[in-house]
């Protein structure tokens, strides 16, 4: 991916995830509401790693959505699943680009999305007892699914990026 194209990825998931440009910047320190994208990103073209740049601006400004002193420890299913449902986009379009990519994990989190079971994939690999999961939700019906497809996967969440936290 070129780095017009690779800009123009990031600009849409920022606008997607409804941020502003005092949420992601590039360098420098500022407090606990930013996330920072880590420099490679804006430099490596790897099909996979945009696929986690992706899924990291949308599950960061979800978190900061949630509202809460440490954004980095909010989570819901639904800041996971729209993360989750950008990192598999992502991976998608950048196949669609580049045939020849391949990873192992983002290849099964595919089959995955394909098969209809994301929201299961998520509550069952990263769901907390505390999340609202919405009824139609059918785990038994993911681990039977699994059990055919997916074998001994392995779950994997990449962060590519750091949150920096105010000094109180």
């Known amino acids: 991916m070129g780095s017009m194209t ?29 996330f920072y994208l880590a420099p490679r990103a804006l430099e490596d073209d ?5 696929a986690w740049v992706a899924y ?15 954004p980095a420890r909010s989570n819901s299913y639904g800041c996971e699943f729209s993360a989750r449902l950008a990192l598999v ?19 099964a989190l ?8 994301l929201d299961e994939y998520t509550v069952y690999y990263f769901g907390e007892d ?3 999961v919405p009824a139609e939700v059918d ?3 993911f681990r039977r699914w699994k059990r055919q497809n ?7 969440t990449e962060i590519v990026g750091s949150w920096n936290y105010r000094q109180r």
């Open 150 to 156: 997916l074998g001994q996967h392995r779950p994997q």
């Open 46 to 50: 790897d099909p996979a790693l945009q």
């Open 6 to 34: 690779r800009l123009a990825v990031l600009l849409a998931a920022c606008l997607v995830a409804g941020c502003n440009n005092e949420i992601y910047v590039r360098d420098g320190v500022t407090d606990g509401d930013t």
């Open 110 to 117: 595919l089959h995955v999305r394909r098969a209809g079971l």
């Open 130 to 132: 505390d999340w609202l």
């Open 56 to 70: 990291s601006l949308m599950k960061s400004a979800c978190q900061l959505e949630i509202g809460s002193d440490n």
């Open 139 to 141: 785990i038994a019906k």
């Open 89 to 107: 986009d992502s991976w998608e379009e950048q196949l669609a680009e580049d045939m020849s990519a391949r990873d192992a994990y983002l290849d």
